[in-house]
Every structure is written in structure tokens, then in C-alpha cells.
């Protein structure tokens, strides 16, 4: 008490604070501790060694099948000799620039939507633009392109369009479904709830399996509709139950307050929900929705039952080959790869956007 | 036709369930009168007055505001809410939105307004609210007094011809009561059709036309502030002005 008295300023002692006082505490605070963490540490060098060995030190990047037998480690020779499988299905290998013109014009457009200045109609305007620009690509037929039939498409360029189209249609129906389990007219009420309920309790696979297999039994003779299509429908009523129970939490939350300072303003109730309370509620979701929107992208593997070729599909199909076999860990990794890379970004886009919309909200 | 009553309640009726919340209640409210309405909790002062906006139904008697008539007809209840602000015990102001935009968004998505004339009068609004430097600040940045005067003005942009207050001090600390109460008396001093729900007895002295005391559902007592403080008729309001002056 007489340093600060004197006016002097008093710290706590070096030995708890900075590295060294992390380490005591953390690390190295009992002799049981220090034992755990020296075996650790000898577990993550071998480990890791191993690793970087069969990876990158002893790894084939180029070369034939037979080099990757000679040696040791990983073979990525896989991913460079089945690239085009691997990413864009059974599509025609000559016209492989117009399923990656496709892919880039996606990711250009999801990274300019990342902007929240650039928020509003012309957007809204650009995604529909980018893509018809990519459903000419992948389909032809104009401008002198080859036509490609969807049967045909395949790998990320599918993967991306049934769950970007999948989201995005599926994000509004999934608002609508909320307002109306929460609506107080009794028949858009119930069916809303009967929506949700049968969607959310069968598995998205029979869902997929009733879209390709059942549906086409009610169609009349003759006609026809696009499998991918149907698939794509299913993938949105599916997405659309969950966001909907998400909105329908956030809903939940939004004070009674503002509900009734919106009615006291004269706002009418489309206006008050537009305005008033699903930005609040939204951001409120903004978790759960990212998390049914991540477990989307992944489910979208599942078209395959329907013998359609995702990213996924695509990989385990293309090293059926019997000379690259051997190397299904190495296609596999990759698959991961650039799943992990599009899940993560999402995941990543979610924090800053909560950063984003929580700001001057709080003290 | 000289003095046609602004409000007027006939036996308006309430129930929650079983429990009979307003009781044959009629009031007559003329333009430009002040009227504050106290009672113990539960007497049903709030819901009264949150009929009169139809933020709660009355399940019998008649409720007319301006000479409109408050049914489920969407037309009347839309014409009465552009008449009649209110003014809550939460500010209930919206949290994602500025100041600014708390106070434009009504009359730019009700009224049509521009948004230019509509920024122009929220701000005349928050200067006369005292508060023009925070129009660009998010609510959760003020303290208690300045987020109620801001939702006294967020009502007053709309230019209602009546002020509902739902005990609008009742949630502040007292250093900023006085703050609130000030805006409220400048605003009674202009000449606004007010109700007020409120246990500032010094505020209804100095502003109100009229006292209004309820106890479980009825209006018990009904008198000119002098009258009611000085000389209360029941027993009811003599035991309550003990409980909340006694100290």
C-alpha cells in the first residue's frame, strides 16, 4: 500500500506474467504437468516428422504411377494426372476451360459480395447475372459453345451451384416459413409447422432419393424433368426447414418491446418484420444459419446417391483406375482440401460479419 | 359539437383469461388536455392506455380516438396509431439503428416522406429534446435519460395529435428522471393532448389538467390535481397517496 501511496506504479511479480509466467502456470505449474507436457512434446516431433516426411520430404509431386510406387511418401502425382475428373466430373475433358471460367466467375462473385459497401440491388442484380453467365458456360448450345447436358456436369462447379443455389433460394423460404409457424392464422401456421416437421424429420438422403425416383412416378407420361433440377429442389425445401427453425429462434429472441414499438409507429407487419425485427433477429442467427449453411455445402456430397458427380464423387470416382488405386489417401486429402478451404472461409466471413453488425451496439 | 371529446372510452371491458383486468372503464379525453393516471401496480393504468393504441384489445365497450372507432378493422386501427404516439417504459428504441434513423424510419416508411425533409425534422425533434450531438450514435451508447428522450422524439416526428407515456421514468435512475420529466412538461406546455401513466406526483401537480386514480380495474377517483392531493374522496386513494408521499 505505500508504493501507491508514494505514487509509484506496482506490478505483479515477472515470475506470473509474460512467457515465462504462461509457461509456469500452463505448462509446468506441477511435476505431474511438466511430465505431460515433455511427452507432448516428443509425441508432436515424431509425429510431425512423420508427417512432414510423407508429405513434402519423400512426396511424389510429378511423375507417373510407377514413380509413386518406387517411393516412400505421399503421392500427389495423383491430383495433377486425374485433375480434371477430380474437379469437373465426366464433362468433356476438351472443354474444360468453360466448368473452370464457370467456377472462377463464382468465387470472383462470392469474394465481391464479401463487401458490405457493395451491399443492395445491383449485387442482388450480379449473382443473377453470374449465374446465367455460368449456366451458359456449363450448358452451351449458344454462342457456339458445345452443348453439355447436366448429366454430364459435375465435380466443384456442381458442388458450388447446388449449394450456392441451394442457400440462396433456400434462405427466403426459409423466412417465410418462420413468420408463418409464428403467424396467428391458424392454416398458414400449420402449414408451415407441417413443412418443417416432415422435411426436418426424414434424412436429406431419401429426400434426394424420393426427388429422383419417386417423383418422376406423378409426372404424366411424357414428361420429363432435369434430374440435377430435381435434386436442387430437394437441397432447397431441405435447407429451407432448418433455416427456418434457426430464423423462428432468433425470432424468439427480439424482445416484445420492439414488436410493439414498430405497431405504435403505424409500421405495417411486412414492414416491421422487414425493418424492425428480422435484422435484429438475423443477427442473432447469424451461428446456427452459418452452421446449417457449412453443413449444406458438405451434404451436397450426398447427390451421388442419385448418381449425380459433386466434388466428392468425382475424387473417389477418379482413382478407380487400377494403376492410381494406391493413391486414394492423397485424392482424398485433396477433396478435404478444398472442402475445408470453402467451409472455413464461410466460417471466417461469419465472425467478421458478427463483428461487423454487433458494431456500436454494444458500450 | 363545440367540445367533442379527443378520446373517449365507454365501459370499455378487459379480461387476461379470467382475470378482469379493466372494468366498465369510460374516460373522456378533450384536445389538448393532461391527464395523468396513477394506481398500484396492477390496477391496470397500462393496459388502459395500451388500448387506446390497440396494442391490446378491449374484449367489450367502445374506444374512439379523433371519432374513429378502434375495431379489427386494419384501416381504423392504422389511422388511430398515425394520430396517437407512445412513449414506453423500455425506450424500446431499435437497436441497430442510429438515433437518426430510429427517429426517420416512421415517417419515411409510413408517411412516404423524403428522406432529406424527414432528417430535417428529426433533427428540429432532438434539439428540442436537448440531444441533437448524439444523432449519429447507436441507442446502446446513451444512458437511460437520453435513449427516453430520444423515443419522445422518435414519436413526435410522426406529429400526433395525442402522447401516450407508459410510465416512462419508471426504468431510469433517479439523476436522470428529472431530464425526461423536463422534456415532458416543455412538451405539455406546447399545448399536446397527453396520458400519462407515471408515479411522479410532482409532475402531475405542475402539468395535469387532470388526476386519474385506478385500483383493480376501475377508475376510482377523478379530480383536478389540487383537489386530489389535498382533498382525496376514498379511501382507496387516501390509503395509496399515504404509501407513495409517506415518505
Known amino acids: 500500500m505505500t508504493d501507491i501511496a508514494a505514487g509509484s506504479v506496482s506490478r505483479p511479480p515477472a ?109 442482388m442484380i450480379g449473382w443473377i447475372a453470374s449465374f446465367i453467365v455460368m449456366g451458359v458456360l456449363m450448358r452451351g448450345g449458344v454462342l457456339g459453345l458445345t452443348p453439355v447436358t447436366t448429366e454430364n456436369w459435375g465435380g466443384l462447379p456442381l458442388t458450388l451451384m447446388l449449394s450456392s443455389i441451394g442457400i440462396i433460394a433456400a434462405f427466403p423460404l426459409g423466412l417465410v416459413l418462420a413468420l408463418g409457424r409464428r403467424s396467428t392464422m391458424p392454416i398458414i401456421k400449420a402449414l408451415s409447422v407441417a413443412f418443417i416437421e416432415l422435411v426436418r424429420g426424414v434424412p436429406l438422403i431419401s429426400v434426394l432419393f424420393m426427388a429422383s425416383v419417386m417423383f418422376p412416378l406423378f409426372l404424366p407420361e411424357g414428361v420429363t424433368i432435369d434430374k440435377l433440377l430435381r435434386a436442387q429442389v430437394g437441397i432447397i425445401m431441405f435447407a429451407a426447414a432448418y433455416i427456418a427453425e434457426a430464423v423462428r429462434g432468433g425470432l424468439q429472441a427480439v424482445p416484445k418491446g420492439q414488436f410493439e414499438a414498430a405497431d405504435a409507429l403505424g409500421l405495417s407487419y411486412w414492414k416491421s418484420m422487414r425493418l424492425i425485427i428480422l435484422p435484429q433477429a438475423l443477427r442473432i442467427v447469424i451461428p446456427p444459419l452459418v452452421g446449417i449453411f457449412i453443413g449444406m455445402f458438405k451434404d451436397t456430397s450426398l447427390v451421388l446417391i442419385i448418381g449425380l458427380y459433386d466434388l466428392l464423387n468425382a475424387v ?48 | 359539437m363545440v367540445d367533442q371529446p379527443f378520446i373517449q372510452l365507454n365501459r370499455v371491458n378487459k379480461w387476461y383469461g379470467e382475470f378482469h383486468v379493466l372494468r366498465d372503464i369510460s374516460l373522456s379525453v378533450a384536445k389538448g388536455e393532461r391527464i395523468v393516471i396513477c394506481g398500484p401496480s396492477g390496477s391496470g393504468k397500462s393496459t388502459m392506455i395500451r388500448c387506446i393504441n390497440r396494442l391490446e384489445e378491449h374484449q367489450q365497450g367502445q374506444i374512439f380516438v379523433e371519432g374513429i372507432e378502434l375495431t379489427n378493422d386494419v ?101 436522470m428522471i428529472k431530464e425526461v420529466l423536463d422534456v415532458m412538461v416543455e412538451l405539455a406546455e406546447s399545448g399536446m393532448t397527453m396520458l400519462v401513466v407515471t408515479h411522479e406526483m410532482g409532475f402531475a401537480r405542475t402539468v395535469a389538467d387532470r388526476v386519474i386514480f385506478m385500483d383493480r380495474g376501475e377508475i376510482v377517483e377523478e379530480d383536478t390535481p389540487e383537489e386530489f392531493f389535498t382533498h382525496p374522496k376514498s379511501d382507496r386513494t387516501k390509503l395509496f397517496l399515504s404509501q407513495i408521499l409517506g415518505h
Open chain 1, 15 to 123: 515470475a506470473q506474467t509474460g512467457v515465462v509466467g504462461w509457461l509456469r502456470q500452463n505448462l509446468f505449474s506441477n511435476w505431474f504437468n511438466c511430465a505431460l507436457t515433455f511427452l507432448a512434446l516428443y509425441v508432436i516431433v515424431v509425429g510431425g516428422k512423420a508427417l512432414v516426411d510423407w508429405a513434402l520430404l519423400d512426396a511424389t509431386f510429378v511423375g507417373t504411377f510407377e514413380d509413386c510406387r518406387k517411393g516412400t511418401g505421399a503421392c500427389w502425382a495423383v491430383v495433377a494426372e486425374k485433375r480434371h475428373f477430380m474437379l469437373f466430373g465426366t464433362y468433356p475433358y476438351e472443354e474444360a476451360w468453360r466448368p473452370a471460367a464457370a467456377t472462377a466467375l463464382f468465387i470472383v462473385t462470392l469474394l465481391v459480395s464479401t463487401r458490405r459497401s457493395l451491399w443492395g440491388r445491383p449485387l
Open chain 1, 316 to 363: 473417389r470416382t477418379s482413382i478407380n483406375d487400377p494403376n492410381w488405386r494406391a493413391f486414394g489417401t492423397e485424392a482424398y486429402i485433396f477433396a478435404a482440401a478444398v472442402f475445408f478451404v470453402f467451409c472455413y472461409f464461410m466460417s471466417k466471413y461469419s465472425q467478421y460479419l458478427e463483428r461487423l453488425l454487433a458494431a456500436g451496439r454494444n458500450r
Open chain 2, 75 to 175: 384501416k381504423n386501427v392504422d389511422a388511430i396509431r398515425r394520430e396517437v404516439g407512445m412513449v414506453f417504459q423500455s425506450f424500446n428504441l431499435f437497436p441497430h439503428l442510429t438515433v437518426l434513423e430510429n427517429l426517420t424510419l416512421a415517417p419515411i416508411w409510413v408517411k412516404q416522406m423524403p428522406k432529406a425533409e424527414a432528417e430535417d425534422i428529426a433533427m428540429t425533434y432532438l434539439k428540442r429534446v436537448q440531444i441533437p450531438e448524439q444523432a449519429h450514435k447507436y441507442p446502446g451508447q446513451l444512458s437511460g435519460g437520453q435513449q427516453q428522450r430520444v423515443a419522445i422524439a422518435r414519436s413526435l416526428c410522426m406529429n400526433p395529435k395525442v402522447m401516450l407515456f407508459d410510465e416512462p421514468t419508471s426504468a431510469l435512475d433517479p439523476e
